[in-house]
Structures are given as structure tokens and as C-alpha cells.
């Protein structure tokens, strides 16, 4: 179908697969995969996407593709990875895919030369091209930058953050020295300190940084600051079987020098319980491991060897931490306190409890084998031993009541609870020292001189594991945040920027995850305030916290009870013992048991009084904030510190900082979970894309602007180096010559109100504009003189032409003027003045006549004077007649006529009179000569007789061709009224349609606005319900990744089953075709034109259902059996034509005779058609107007259409032919969009369905379509829909359509195809018989 195009179509492994469309339907599309022998695949319309053209080309910018969307976005993704080309643009989002191998001089110095002053987009997509464009717009725009680093753990944040800071500071921070030095060497640093091996991460960041680089007036670094949030404590003191502990008890452990290792006693990792628990093998090299001693390795790594890393080695990582401490101004006694309380921790995990025999306290002592682990703990620590083993077994308490009120006494504790205090001592101990890491970072980085700097936020990715506690919860909060700001500095602003500019472009949808940002920090009823509150409580309580959680949010949609998760194992949870929040990358359920605990960052006061006595200096210091409230006692209970209170603040004060800078983005992509090089995983790595909003991100971008800059910035950059003629241009004037004078493209950009917008992948030409050194800005002010002078000159040019243009004009309409006026007025004075000039020339022709007269008068003897004198009176007479016809302006032709009667009649009275005489006189002998005279007189009159008679034939003549010329024009005229008449009667049909659809959009205005805001709650639900099975499937596979890791953990396997909800019912299933559900965007059929629902809705009220195509009917197609369902309401049959294939829908229209079965099989055909159009328009070429088989004009007009009006169909309709004919223009190329072809459009509708079509162009064939051979080609909509019908003067009759259509072929092309036509009227016409 469609001429055999690919699609790309979900699969569960890949992604999406290559295939071509099978089959359509009204909801969902058959693909046949490429390959022949796999399985079709049936799936949504929104989850089917067209191919390029060129399948197997990547391009730097995924915009600069044809079609975006997420499939050629992976297909892309994939051809470049497997290329090594790791760096991907989005527009000005950078893809960045983790290659798990080293790359040779990816991140060299010749490359870090290469990328620096290059314009985005000038070179291949890079770290180091975002790191370059926000030092450039920090410097051009005058403001702060940051740059986002997300993804998941394992893709890859911490490397990009640290090429990124290696690129800022090489480039403009080698002047810095030791600065430059110190700001490079402070991430390595803090990964000794933060970082740990995870089930993802061999170096997985288990806190968030957002390191600031400060540049001065002159733009070079300054300094640096850097801000963390959230260590990850709980691992200090525990972790998973495969992860280990911080790197530093490792590095300490296998990279310290012996001696060192002697005064701390650190011997294998296995010897210490804070590590055992998990992975102690080391991260080695080959040299480095043949370095280590026998003491040194783990039973596990003795088993197994080491860990192999190309980042990562524990021995030779020791010594870069060591020296990077002495480059951050740490000396050598402070390095030994630092170890020392590093060791410090790892022997306080090795204290253990037990219950005393002989005690009936209820409290616990510590074992005696753990006598030599208190003493060295107390001795590294610089704690008293005794006093350490009182503060771990017993905690001090103040009295409220009684006479002793107030008195501090002694409880002692638990097992449990001492091994809780020990573990909170740990945790305490070492994210203080973590802080003070980094505040001595900090102190080597000064900034006094800063004026503006670049931040570069990596913090810990969305996390979900089988065990989800508060850390997760915090770091999948601060994702919530970031995600959010992400939607509204890439989705939401931009699109309000571009609605206030008037760009028009179409709004984009979005989930917004406000609501679960609510549910985690809303006042009074987030999670976090409700657990603030469970902390202050005397006895809290993790059930108690869990209940009030389901109670006070118990209808939230983002908040769920662990039952529903989609893992068995968190299905065995209790309500009270954890919660299921759906995020927006997913569903995470969190085990509450140590929610209290963990959200309390206070100690107990013995064990804060204890190391706040330490005789350690340095751990005096990290614990001596003058904080009070952090020393103070509080009555009856442990002191609180709310660690949630803590990070918000921090993530809120982050926001703040964020809101307030330029921001770019890199997100970072995990190819796979095997964590290997050239391994592409397409559905792990499409999740990854939907959960970051690249989708939406495309969808934007496909009709966006994403740079931009004001007038008056670009201006007043200029202003400086103007001459005066320029200078006194206007700023957005000035803009476009400087544009023009660059030759840019009018279609990569456009003007707003006060900004001018860049199209995606047009950043070169922007950073040329933008680029603000003296020389180059000189240079562009020179370019618009020069472009300023010729634009003059061609318009000087163009003025002298047109003068020419005109004189030459003037001139040739003068002398036509003066020809046409030469013969109006000779045509005129023929009319008045020819009657009377030929009168009067017969008359003088009399004058000739006379002499024979005259001679006979002469001949008399007598009475000769009586004669002279009645010839000249007869002269006389004649004298008088022309002086008559000469003065006299109005003479008729009549009367022209009795006066040379009259004359005739006198001169052949004359005549005879003289004659008498003459015989009277000359009777004998002049009778042979009168005779004579007489026979002479005869011929003579006889030849005036010939001459009046071949006179009056040739006016009778005259008058018989004028009266056929009258007759002709009076033909003409009457025909031109019979058109005249019949197009009044269109025109007249025109306005009363005009006239009943304005009175039915009356009639039916209260009813529509009833309508509108019923659409708006259905689309709202609509929306609601694609987002909530969005939702849905991303929690299955985010459920399907954890179960990677234990395959028992979910039932059922099946990606794409994701519930019962989403479970539909793809009709006519073949055997052996996967069913992928359909999502819910397609829930309402034509979702992307609300105004067709209710149009489709109606056009199904008349029709009967056949349940089966025709090839399984057994009896002739007529109405019977096969009319399975009625209408609820008893009034009319409805259609369900759901079930047949495509081809034999058409079939059935080609060939059927059924008319019922006819009309419900054109009702379906064009229902699957429209969709599939919407389809196609949806996914159409980027930069290429969709062709709809119809005028842009029609499709305005459809569009613009009352819903209610279009789709009523009168009966007079159905039957009726009705011809149109409207202008249009279409781009030649769909890349020079300002080259356009002009033509007609002409149209037949058969009824209400369309049944030719013909284009006319003016310098190429015409195009001609027939219904029924050339739908898929052919305007989609019924005639209602169209607004043809009220459109002025698009009505056109029937023989100027078929001359048209006769001038360009039509005829014998329906000859060609007259057994395919649908159209009842070309079959009758064409004189086919259906049987």
C-alpha cells in the first residue's frame, strides 16, 4: 500500500522495525517487517513513524533528518554509535551515549583546539562544542551559564562533567595556574570521596555537585565553587552483594603506602564489616595488580581476581588522590587526620554488641572480640575508649517530670539500638568529612574577582532498585525537579515565547509532573512534611508514617499502595510498610523501615559530646559548626535535624540558580546494561529518551526556533562600530540588511516582535552574527554598507527601469488609443453622414439624365422656352433635395428614399411631356429618330431599372447578413443570460446554504458551546488517560529492567502487555501476527481533529453492519443475516466494518451493487482514509507542506467548518453533481519554499464523495485522479467538509469541468479505467453494468 513505503514499527527488542505498510485500519496499521519470514506487527497510528528515505545515513542533527521522531531519533542514534560517533545533536540538546571503551583522541588537545570559537554546529556534535557555546553566550549575552548533565547511573554524567571542566579551563584558565590545576584535579577528588561501584556504575556519583567555573571582566577563570547535596550515607555502612563501599576505603586498602597502612592497621577489605557485606574485590590493571600483597586481597578477589575498568584503578588512583589533596593546599598532618578517620570508620563497623548474662537492664556491652576494634577506633577517632564504649551501649536523657526534672540520666540500649548508634557515629563521621573536602576545595578556588560563571550540575540520575529507601527517594525527587524545569525552559516557555512573538507555531502537549512534586513537598500533606512530623514524635513509628501517608493523599493518582507494583516481591509488602510513587520515568516502590532514621541527621548527645571532645583537631572541626541547636539537648527525645528539610532547601536554592542562568543541555544515554562497547539495546535506550523528553523535544523542535536574540541586543553590539548612514536605521530594520548581506535563507530564520528565531540546526549562521570581537563585527558592518549600497542601486536600477517601462507604455497605448479613436469616429460619421452622401451622389448621377432633356428642349420650334423652363425647374428641384439632405443631420432612410422617388417620378413626367412635344412637333418626320431617342430612354432606364435592382439585392443582401449577425448576437446573448442565469442560481443556492448554515449555526450555537466544553473534558480526559497509560508502560519497563536482574520478579515478560486497561482488541488478527496494544492517544479515533469525532459520529447513524468481508459470505451481498448489531435505541443500523482488509473494502465499492453495502463500505473506507491521512500529515517531511490531496484553502475551510453544520447531508445532496474549481499554490521544492507553482484545482463530487480531481499547471501535464483508483492521492472529505459549497465563486457548471477535463486527457484516461471508477455517475456515464 502507499506505493510499498517503510515505516518504522515498535518492537520489543529493537525499538522499532523496519517494515511496510500491510494494511490500514481505523485505529490501528498492519506492518510487514522487511524481512518476509517474520510475523506482522499491528499497532497504533502513533506508534507507527515513516522512514527516511535514506535509512542508512546519519546526520549530526537529528533535525536536519526529514521526519522527527523517536524512531529515525534511534535509528540515528544507533548508525552513529556503531560508528563511534558517540555525540549527537538535538537542536542545542547534546545526546551523549556512554561507548564503554576509550576513544584515541576524542578529548585530546588538538581537539580541545579544534572545538574552541566554533560555531554550534560548524563541527561534529561534541562536549566540548556545548562547552564552547556557553563561555560564548556567557560573553556575548552578559549572563551566568549552566549546563544540565543527566541520564541514568552508568551513562556517563561524571565523564562529561569532567571534559567539560577540563575544556573551560585549558581554554581559558591556563593564565589561572595553580587554579586551573586545582579545579581539574577537585573531580577526581571528590570521586575518591562520593563515588562507589553500583549494579549499573563501575563509578556512579552517589552525590549531587553543581561546580561553578568563575570567569572576571576579561573572561578568563577566576575560580570555582562547588555546591553537593545528598551523599548517599547508608552505604558507608552497607551495601548490595555486587557494589562496594565509597572508593576511598578501597584505594586506601590496596594504594597506600605499607607503613601508612601499618599506623592505620587496614589490612584486605573482607576484614572490615562495613565492606564485607559487599563486592571487596579491587579495581586493578595489569602492572598495578602484581603490586599488591597477599594481606591486601579478599578472599573474593583471591576467587575471582579483580575488577577491570578503564577509568578506575584503586592502587594507582591512591596517589592521584593524595597529590590532588597537596595541590588543594592539605597538608600532610591534615592528610593523616583524614586517613585516620577514614580507618576510623572502617574498625567502628567491627565493634559488635551482645546481652549481658547477669544484666537486667535490658541493655547491651560491647564483645570482647571487638576490644582491639573499640581501642584502635577510639585511637584513630581521638576518643576516650571508655567513653566511647559508654556513649555506643547507652544514650543521656533529661527528665520532664518528677522532682528530679531536668537531671540527665542514663538509658542503655538495645542491641539493636546500639548497632543503629554505631552505624549513625559512622554516617555522621564521614559526610562531615565529605563536607569538609569540599569546603577545602572551595577555600583553594577563590572568586573574589568573579563577574559572571558557568555551572555544570551532575547529580545522581534516576534510580529504582529492588530495595528503594530514602536516598532514592531524594534523588528521584531532585529528578522530578529537574525534569520539570526542563519541560518549562525547553516545552513551556518556549512555546509562551513564541506565542507572545507571533510565531504561530503549534502548541506541543507535555505531561507535567507538577502533581507529583506536590505529593512529595506539598505543605501539610507531602511526604516529606508528614515525615517531619512522624520525626518530632516521641515514639515514631514507620507504620504510622506509612498509613498517614496512604491517608492524607488517598486519591492521588501518583500515589499507590505496593500491591500494585508490578514486581511480585514488592507485592508482598504491606500498606504500611512502604509506598508506590509513579515518577515520570516510571514507578518506584519505597520500603519505609528506615525512612525515620535516615531523615534524622542528628546524633545521640553522648556520641556528639563525645567527638566534639576528640582530641582530633580535624574531627573537632567538621563537628563544631556553632550550630546549637545541633549541641542542645531536647527533653525526652533524640535530637532532629531533618535531612529532607535540608536537601529541598538546597535543591530550592539550585532552582533558583538555574532559573537565573542561560542553560544547555547534554543528556546522557546508556547503550546497555551490560555495560560493554558496541552492544546497542534500542528498547532500553528509547525508554531513556522518553523519560528525558527528547519526543516532545522533536516536536517542538520540528516547527521551532530554538536561538534567538533581541533587536536591540544585536543593535546595540553593532551600534559602536555604525557609520552615521547606519546608525540612524532602526534596529529590526537593521537586523534584516545585516541578515541580507550574509545571504542567509529566509526560511532558517524569522522576525518576532522584538527577537529574531533561528530554526534548528541554523547555529553556525546565528554564532556568526553573535560573535562579538572587533574585527569580525567591523567586518559585518562593512558586509551591510556594501549590501545597503547595492540594494540601492538595484532599487535605482529598478526605478529607471520601470519609468522606461512606463514611457514605453504611455507611448504604445497612445498611438492604439489614437487608431481606435480614428475609427470610432469614422465608424460614427459612416453611420450619420453614408445614407445621405449616397443619396446624393445618385442624385448628381441625375444630373446626367438631364442633357438628353435639355437637347430635346432645344429641338422644339415652339414651346421651347416652356420646356427649357420645366428642366430647370427639374435641376432646381434636385438643388433644393441635396441643400435639403446636406443641411438637414437626421434624414432617415426612408425618407432619403420617397424624396429621390419623388425625383424619379418629376423627371419621368418631364420626360414624357417633352417627348409629346416632340412627337407634337417632329410627328412625321422625326419619327425614326424619336424612335431612337426612345429606344435610347429605354435602355437608359432599363439599365437604372438593372442598376436599382442589382442595388436593392445588394441591401437586401446587407440586410439578410445583418439580420443574421443580429440573430447570432441575439443567440449569443441569450446564452450568455442562460449561463448568466444558471450561475445566479448557483450563486442564489450559494446564499441560501450560506443562509441555512448560518441559521443552523444559530439554532444550534447554545447546542455547540454544550459540545466544545463536552470536547474539552473528553480531550482533558482524553489527555489525563494517555498520560496515566504512558505512565502505565513506563512502569512495566522500568519493572522489566529490575527484573533482568531475577527473572521471577514479574509475572509475565511481555513488554508491551501492560494492563488490563491497555489491553485492546486489534480486529481481523491473521494467524501467527504479533498485537501490539494500541496506545491512547488512540483511543478517540481522529484525536488530532476533535471536530471529525463528532463529524464521524454522525456520518455512522445510517448505515448497516456486515460482519464479514466478502470473501467469507457465502450468498449474494444483500441485507440479511449479516446485520449483526442495531442501534440501543431502535432507530437505524449502524456500520462495524472493522473486520475487513483494506483492499476489500475497495473491492466492494468497485464492484458492488448492494447499495447499502456500498454506502456503509465508503462510510468505513473514507473513515480509515482520513486517519490514515492525519497520520500522514502528523509525520509529515520536516519544512514540506503536507499535500492533502486538497487546497490549503480547502483544508482552512474545512477546519474553520461548524462540526454540526458540515456533517448534515440533505438527501438532494446524495444524488446531485456539484463541480468546483478554486486557485492554489504549492513550493516546487520543499526546501525552497519561496518557489511556488501556481495552478487550478477542480474537483467532481457525486453526491457528497469525491469522484474526479484534476490539477492544472501552467507549464507541466495536468494531474487527474479518479475515485476508486487514485483514493489514496485524492482529497479525503466528503463534500460538507470541504466548505466548498459556501465558498463565492468556486461552483463552476458542468461542461466548463468537463471541457477542462476533456482538454487534458480525461476522457480517454476514464476509458483506460472505466472498469475501476467507484462513482455511480462515471459508471452510468461510461456505460458499465455491475453485476
Known amino acids: 500500500m502507499d506505493e510499498g513505503r517503510e515505516v518504522w514499527a515498535p518492537d520489543p527488542n529493537d525499538g522499532y522495525k523496519l517494515g511496510r505498510i500491510k494494511d490500514i485500519k481505523s485505529d490501528a496499521i498492519t506492518v510487514q517487517p522487511l524481512n518476509p519470514n517474520e510475523k506482522p506487527i499491528i499497532a497504533g497510528y502513533d506508534q507507527v513513524f515513516p522512514c527516511e528515505e535514506y535509512r542508512d545515513k546519519d546526520v549530526d542533527d537529528n533535525c536536519a533528518l526529514m521526519f522527527l521522531n523517536e524512531a529515525t531519533l534511534l535509528n540515528n542514534l544507533r548508525l552513529r554509535y556503531m560508528k563511534n560517533a558517540i555525540y549527537t545533536y538535538v537542536a542545542n540538546i547534546l545526546i551523549a551515549i556512554n561507548p564503554y571503551m576509550e576513544l584515541q583522541k576524542l578529548y585530546s588537545k588538538d581537539t580541545i583546539k579544534a572545538y574552541m570559537g566554533r560555531s554550534l554546529g560548524s563541527m561534529p556534535p561534541h562536549v566540548f562544542a556545548i562547552a564552547d557555546k556557553g563561555y560564548r553566550d556567557m560573553k556575548v549575552l552578559k549572563e551566568s551559564q549552566s549546563i544540565i548533565v543527566s541520564g541514568e547511573s552508568g551513562a556517563g554524567k561524571t565523564e562529561s562533567t569532567k571534559y567539560i571542566l577540563k575544556y573551560l579551563t585549558e581554554c581559558w584558565g591556563t593564565h589561572a595556574g595553580p587554579i586551573e590545576q586545582r579545579i581539574v584535579e577537585s573531580n577526581p577528588l571528590l570521586e575518591a570521596f562520593g563515588n562507589a561501584k553500583t549494579m549499573r556504575n563501575n563509578n ?56 601508612l597502612r601499618q599506623q592505620l592497621r587496614l589490612t584486605s577489605p573482607d576484614q572490615f564489616h562495613y565492606l564485607r557485606r559487599g563486592c571487596t574485590q579491587y579495581f586493578c590493571r595489569k602492572e598495578t595488580e602484581k603490586s599488591l600483597n597477599q594481606n591486601q586481597k579478599s578472599q573474593q578477589f583471591l576467587k575471582r581476581g579483580c575488577l577491570r575498568d578503564i577509568t578506575i584503578d584503586d592502587v594507582s588512583d591512591f596517589q592521584l588522590t593524595d597529590v590532588a589533596m597537596t595541590h588543594m593546599g592539605i597538608t600532610n598532618e591534615e592528610k593523616f587526620s583524614i586517613y585516620s578517620i577514614i580507618a576510623g570508620v572502617l574498625h567502628l563497623g567491627n565493634i559488635t554488641f551482645e546481652d549481658p548474662q547477669d544484666d537486667t537492664t535490658g541493655g547491651c556491652q560491647v564483645t570482647s572480640e571487638s576490644t582491639e576494634s573499640l581501642k584502635l577506633t577510639s585511637h584513630l577517632l581521638g576518643c576516650d575508649e571508655e567513653g566511647l564504649r559508654e556513649s555506643l551501649v547507652s544514650r543521656i536523657m533529661q527528665t520532664s517530670h518528677g522532682t528530679r526534672r531536668g537531671s540527665a540520666i542514663m538509658v542503655p540500649l538495645k542491641m539493636s539500638e546500639a548497632q543503629n548508634a554505631r552505624d549513625a557515629l559512622a554516617k555522621a563521621v564521614y559526610a562531615r568529612l565529605f563536607d569538609y573536602i569540599v569546603s577545602r576545595v572551595n577555600q583553594s578556588l577563590p572568586f573574589t574577582s568573579s563577574k559572571s560563571y558557568i555551572g555544570v550540575l551532575d547529580i545522581a540520575g534516576f534510580e529504582y532498585f529492588q530495595m528503594n529507601s530514602f536516598e532514592q527517594f531524594c534523588i528521584n525527587y531532585c529528578n522530578e525537579k529537574l525534569q520539570q524545569f526542563f519541560n518549562e525552559r525547553i516545552l513551556k516557555e518556549e512555546q509562551a515565547l513564541y506565542e507572545k512573538e507571533g510565531l504561530k507555531v503549534k502548541k506541543i502537549h507535555y ?26 514524635l516521641p515514639r515514631p513509628a514507620t507504620e504510622h508514617f506509612t498509613a498517614e501517608v496512604h491517608k492524607k493523599n488517598k486519591d492521588h493518582y501518583r500515589l499507590s499502595i505496593p500491591r500494585k507494583s508490578k514486581l511480585k516481591m514488592h507485592r508482598e509488602i504491606r500498606d504500611d510498610e512502604g509506598f508506590l510513587i509513579r515518577h515520570f520515568a516510571g514507578a518506584v516502590c519505597y520500603h519505609t523501615g528506615q525512612f525515620i532514621e535516615k531523615n534524622n541527621d542528628a546524633l545521640h548527645t553522648s556520641l556528639e559530646v563525645l567527638v566534639l571532645k576528640s582530641k582530633s583537631q580535624l574531627l573537632k572541626q567538621i563537628f563544631d559548626t556553632g550550630d546549637q541547636q545541633t549541641t542542645g539537648q531536647v527533653q525526652g527525645k533524640l535530637n532532629f535535624i531533618s535531612v529532607g528539610n535540608k536537601f529541598r532547601s538546597q535543591l530550592s536554592l539550585l532552582m533558583e540558580k538555574l532559573r537565573s542562568t542561560g542553560t544547555s543541555f547534554i543528556r546522557c544515554i546508556k547503550p546497555n546494561s551490560k555495560m560493554v562497547d558496541h552492544l546497542f539495546e534500542g528498547t532500553q535506550i528509547l525508554t531513556q529518551l522518553q523519560c528525558s523528553g527528547m519526543p516532545s523535544v522533536l516536536d517542538l523542535m520540528h516547527q521551532g526556533f530554538p536561538s534567538r536574540t533581541q533587536f536591540a541586543e544585536l543593535y546595540a553590539m553593532y551600534k559602536h562600530y555604525m557609520p552615521p548612514n547606519i546608525a540612524r536605521l ?26 529574531v528565531f533561528f530554526r534548528p540546526g541554523k547555529f553556525a549562521e546565528f554564532d556568526q552574527i553573535m560573535k562579538s570581537d572587533p574585527e569580525h563585527l567591523a567586518l559585518l558592518i562593512q558586509k551591510v554598507q556594501k549590501w545597503l549600497l547595492q540594494m540601492r542601486w538595484r532599487k535605482c536600477q529598478w526605478c529607471a527601469l520601470s519609468v522606461i517601462k512606463l514611457k514605453n507604455k504611455i507611448e504604445y497605448r497612445k498611438r492604439f488609443f489614437t487608431t481606435i479613436q480614428s475609427c470610432i469616429r469614422t465608424w460614427r460619421l459612416k453611420r450619420e453622414y453614408g445614407p445621405r452622401i449616397k443619396c446624393m451622389t445618385k442624385i448628381r448621377l441625375l444630373h446626367q439624365q438631364l442633357e438628353p432633356m435639355q437637347r430635346l428642349a432645344g429641338q422644339l420650334k415652339k414651346d421651347k422656352e416652356q420646356a427649357q423652363a420645366k428642366v430647370a425647374a427639374l435641376i432646381g428641384e434636385m438643388n433644393v433635395m441635396i441643400d435639403k439632405i446636406q443641411k438637414t443631420k437626421h434624414v432617415s432612410q426612408s425618407e432619403i428614399d420617397r424624396f429621390y422617388d419623388n425625383l424619379m417620378r418629376m423627371m419621368d413626367g418631364t420626360l414624357l411631356r417633352l417627348q409629346e412635344m416632340v412627337n407634337e412637333e417632329r410627328v412625321a418626320e422625326e419619327q425614326e429618330k424619336l424612335r431612337k431617342i426612345q429606344d435610347e430612354m429605354e435602355k437608359e432606364r432599363k439599365k437604372k431599372e438593372e442598376e436599382e435592382r442589382t442595388r436593392r439585392a445588394e441591401e437586401e443582401k446587407k440586410r439578410q447578413e445583418e439580420e443574421e449577425r443580429r440573430r447570432k448576437e441575439e443567440e449569443k446573448r441569450k446564452r450568455e443570460e442562460e449561463e448568466r442565469r444558471q450561475k445566479a442560481e448557483l450563486e442564489e443556492r450559494r446564499k441560501k446554504e450560506e443562509e441555512m448554515r448560518k441559521k443552523m449555526e444559530e439554532e444550534e450555537k447554545v447546542h455547540a458551546e454544550v459540545m466544545k466544553k463536552q470536547r474539552e473534558i473528553e480531550e482533558a480526559a482524553r489527555l489525563l488517560q494517555q498520560q496515566r497509560m504512558e505512565q502505565e508502560r513506563k512502569d512495566r519497563e522500568l519493572a522489566l529492567r529490575l527484573a533482568a536482574e531475577d527473572q521471577s520478579l514479574v509475572e509475565d515478560p511481555s513488554r508491551y502487555d501492560y494492563s488490563v486497561s491497555r489491553r485492546r482488541t486489534v480486529h481481523n488478527k491473521a494467524p501467527g501476527q504479533r498485537i501490539l496494544p494500541l496506545p491512547s492517544g488512540n483511543m478517540n479515533l481522529f484525536n488530532s481533529s476533535p471536530q471529525l469525532n463528532s463529524q464521524m459520529m454522525i456520518q455512522q447513524q445510517s448505515l448497516p453492519i456486515y460482519s464479514q468481508p466478502p470473501s467469507a459470505m457465502t450468498s449474494p451481498l444483500t441485507p440479511g443475516n449479516d446485520f449483526a448489531a442495531f442501534d440501543p435505541f431502535g432507530k437505524q443500523k449502524f456500520a462495524d466494518l472493522s473486520k475487513w482488509q483494506y483492499a476489500e473494502l475497495r473491492d466492494t465499492i468497485n464492484t458492488s451493487c448492494d447499495v447499502e453495502l456500498l454506502e456503509a463500505c465508503r462510510q468505513e473506507f473514507q473513515r480509515r482514509l482520513r486517519v490514515y491521512n492525519e497520520w500522514r500529515m502528523k509525520n509529515k517531511k520536516a519544512n514540506d507542506p503536507f499535500d492533502h490531496g486538497a487546497p490549503e484553502s480547502v483544508m482552512e475551510m474545512a477546519n474553520q467548518l461548524n462540526p454540526f453544520v458540515a456533517g448534515k447531508v440533505t438527501g438532494a445532496q446524495v444524488e446531485e453533481q456539484r463541480y468546483f474549481r478554486i486557485p492554489f499554490s504549492r513550493p516546487v521544492d520543499p526546501f525552497q519554499p519561496n518557489n511556488v507553482v501556481t495552478g487550478w484545482w477542480l474537483a467532481h463530487f457525486d453526491g457528497k464523495w469525491i469522484a474526479r480531481q484534476m490539477e492544472i499547471y501552467p507549464n507541466r501535464p495536468a494531474v487527474l485522479l479518479v475515485a476508486g483508483v487514485d483514493d489514496m492521492k485524492m482529497c479525503e472529505m466528503t463534500l460538507p467538509q470541504t466548505g466548498l459549497t459556501v465558498k463565492q465563486n468556486a461552483e463552476i457548471l458542468e461542461q466548463e469541468f468537463e471541457q477542462e477535463w476533456n482538454r487534458n486527457g480525461g476522457a480517454a484516461m476514464l476509458q483506460v479505467r472505466r472498469n475501476q471508477v467507484s462513482s455511480k455517475y462515471l459508471q452510468m456515464k461510461l456505460g458499465v453494468v455491475r453485476n
Open 204 to 259: 556512579s556519583s552517589r552525590f549531587g555537585k553543581f561546580v561553578e567555573i568563575h570567569f572576571d571582566a576579561k573572561f578568563q577563570v577566576c575560580g570555582g565553587h562547588i555546591s553537593h547535596y545528598l551523599l548517599e550515607k547508608s552505604r558507608i555502612c552497607v551495601q548490595n552483594e555486587e557494589e562496594r563501599n565509597y572508593h576511598i576505603f578501597y584505594r586506601l586498602c590496596a594504594g597506600a603506602p605499607a607503613n
Open 730 to 755: 532602526d534596529p529590526r530594520l537593521f537586523c534584516k540588511a545585516l541578515f541580507k548581506a550574509l545571504g542567509l535563507n529566509e526560511n532558517d530564520f524569522k522576525f518576532g516582535l522584538t527577537k
Open 511 to 536: 505531561v507535567d509532573n507538577q502533581d507529583c512534586i506536590d505529593l512529595i513537598e506539598g505543605k501539610g500533606v507531602g511526604i516529606f512534611d508528614i515525615l517531619d512530623e512522624e520525626n518530632k
